[in-house]
């Protein structure tokens, strides 16, 4: 068996120098373009954060707004139906108003009914002269009948 041993040389550290000299602007732009290709990466990840941040504050506001537009909303829809009786009841009050502008002599019912209290006349008399209700009688009597009596 033949055995050939190889044997290592060691390099000349002349030409080691001459190597790196040759080629040591490579190495520089290497390591630069290391060094920027970090410093891009660590800035994206800055940014990918700052985005995140914004995203979470932004759904926090949105989850806000969404909560005062349903408020919002009831609110509507409760002022709609408070409007609703409150037309109602206008609705009444003008059918009122309308019966009592028809009503035969109108105003000039009341005046003469005021004349007749202060000449004297009755709850019964106002009723059938003027064409009021018992009520309404009673009460011309008291505040004109006080008045002639005052």
Request: aromatic share 4%; with cysteine; hydrophobic share 45%.
């Amino acid at each position: 068996m033949k055995t050939t041993s190889t044997s290592m040389t060691t390099p000349d550290p002349a030409v080691i120098v001459d190597f790196l000299r040759a080629h040591a602007w490579e190495y520089a732009v290497a390591g630069v373009a290391v060094v920027v290709i970090g410093l891009v990466i660590v800035a994206v990840l800055a940014m990918h954060r700052r985005q995140l941040k914004q995203t979470a504050t932004r759904a926090a506001e949105l989850q806000v707004l969404r909560a005062d537009l349903g408020a919002m909303c009831a609110s509507i829809a409760g002022f709609g139906e408070r409007l609703v009786r409150v037309e109602q009841q206008l609705r009444g009050v003008i059918d009122r108003q309308d019966q009592l502008e028809l009503r035969p002599g109108g105003e000039r019912s009341y005046t003469h009914a005021i004349r007749m209290v202060q000449k004297g006349a009755e709850v019964d008399e106002l009723v059938t002269s003027c064409g009021i209700n018992r009520g309404e009688a009673e009460l011309l009597l008291r505040v004109h009948g006080m008045a002639q009596a005052g």
